[in-house]
């Protein structure tokens, strides 16, 4: 990513030196690039130019308001999956007319906020969220306007804890159910069901369970209209993968060409809800080495950073680049090295025997692509305060998210009168 880059011999985001953001606001910090993500939405765009396709930016990806009101800027509207993100998405300024909310567990509150919100389209994804729905939109006398999440059981071939389009996974309804719950739908009297969405996983680096699926949705389309049922929309989901190593995604142009080539003939609209695409790589864990540490049989690299900052690889095995701020000389040694965190616990690792050129206390690194389930998957485990947050444009810099204060993170808890004062 030419954003993100060593420039006489620091790594730079854009024209802004590391090390300089080091010094500003301290580390651990998370800091993306402006650029990056603009880019990543402009070359999504332009695959699709001319049709009628509305990027649906997944906010669960990266929801800090600054990357929001980015996106929203260029045009992005949202895919969110709370109320939280929904407020998000309209606090930084995404039309209504653009927000489409999925998830399998939709409160009656939530479905309440974002009926009222007059948001795009619910994203239904079982048949007791489609009756709880209209009796919220017949109580508050508007109808509805969804799409039915279909689960068209296909594997995505991606890592199992981030694949959703298959029979055993909880999302959607399953195909050979799927007409019988649109009937259902334009039954009842709050609903207009107006679209089919689909979404198959995450960090997809193969085209072709996308084809499969996209293929079984406009075959139901198809069925659904001879049903009677006008299916303006489809939503095809995110999930489009990127490189964090040696990974080959399908390129977003040849993925728009199939697309175009699975959907022609549907006169559809079509929604997409990218996340990762737009902001994965446009994002990195600044961190510092504490220690390194001489084991029995390795040798340990101590970040500042841990687990609770960045969980994808504890929770996924996700590999991440590392990459020293200052750069190493091209012909430097490497030795491998386990690169780990503070935190008590063995899978707080965020490499295991990487070849690392030499790093010595005080170092700066970077973890390269967390831009994407970074900071929004981070918390507060061993009571370490949650990250600043740095959004860089051009030679500008800001603090998009302060460091969480102590006072912050301890102030959330109540001692009850029982506990207080002297004990016994
Ligand atoms: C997570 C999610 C996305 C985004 O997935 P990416 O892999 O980040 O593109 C899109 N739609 C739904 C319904 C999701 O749950």
């Known amino acids: 990513m030419a954003e993100i880059g060593y420039r006489s011999g620091t790594l730079c985001v854009e024209g802004v030196p590391l090390d300089r953001i080091a010094d500003a606001v301290g580390t651990p910090a998370y800091v993306y690039s402006a650029g990056a993500i603009e880019a990543a939405y402009r070359r999504f765009r332009a695959a699709f130019e001319g049709q009628d396709a509305t990027i649906c930016y997944a906010l ?28 998000r998405a309209l606090a930084a300024g995404v039309p209504p007319s653009r927000i489409v909310f999925s998830g399998v567990g939709k409160t009656r509150a939530e479905l309440e906020f974002a009926h009222e919100t007059g948001i795009r389209q619910i994203n239904v994804e ?27 059981d296909v594997d995505a071939l991606t890592h199992a804890k981030i694949s959703t389009g298959k029979a055993e996974n909880k999302f959607g309804i399953d195909l050979a159910h799927a007409r019988a719950a649109f009937a259902r739908a334009a039954a009842l009297p709050g ?18 369970p996308f084809r499969l699926a996209f293929g079984r949705i406009v075959h139901l389309v198809e069925r659904l209209r001879a049903d009677g049922i006008a299916i303006k ?20 142009e040849d993925y728009a060409a199939m697309v175009k080539d699975v959907t022609a003939g549907t006169g559809c609209s079509l929604a997409f809800e990218p996340g990762r695409f737009l902001v994965g790589n446009a994002g990195l864990l600044l ?12 040798r340990f690299v101590v970040l500042d950073a841990a687990m609770n900052d960045l969980l994808r690889p504890a929770l996924y095995e996700a590999f991440h680049e590392i990459a020293p701020v ?15 965190g503070p935190v008590c616990e063995t899978g707080d690792t965020f490499a295991t025997q990487r070849p690392l050129p030499m790093l010595i206390e005080g170092d700066l690194v970077a973890i390269l692509s967390a831009g994407a389930y970074g900071a929004v998957m981070s918390s507060t485990y061993n009571s370490r305060p949650l990250l600043p947050e740095v959004l860089v444009s051009g030679d500008r810099f800001d603090v998009v998210r302060p460091r ?12 009850p009168d029982w506990l207080q004062g002297k004990g016994a």
Do not use: C, F, M, W
Request: glycine content about 8%.
């Open 326 to 340: 200052r750069q190493p000389a091209a012909d430097a040694e490497r030795s491998p090295v386990d690169v780990v």
């Open 126 to 152: 079982s048949l007791n969220e489609l009756e709880v729905l209209s009796e919220v939109a017949t109580r508050l006398g508007r109808k509805a306007r969804i799409a039915i999440r279909v689960n068209p």
């Open 404 to 415: 969480q204060s102590y006072e912050q993170l301890l102030g959330l808890d109540r001692i």
């Open 233 to 252: 929309s489809l939503d095809l989901g995110g999930g489009l993968g990127i490189r964090y190593r040696a990974e080959a995604p399908p390129e977003i």
């Open 287 to 298: 961190t510092r080495v504490l220690y390194v540490k001489e084991g029995a049989t390795r």
């Open 60 to 87: 669960k990806a990266n929801s800090n308001l600054a990357v929001i009101a980015l996106l929203a800027r260029l045009g992005a509207g949202a895919d969110v999956v709370s109320k939280g993100e929904l407020r």
């Open 191 to 208: 609903l207009e069901p107006q679209a089919v969405a689909v979404h198959i996983g995450s960090q997809l680096t193969s085209i072709e």
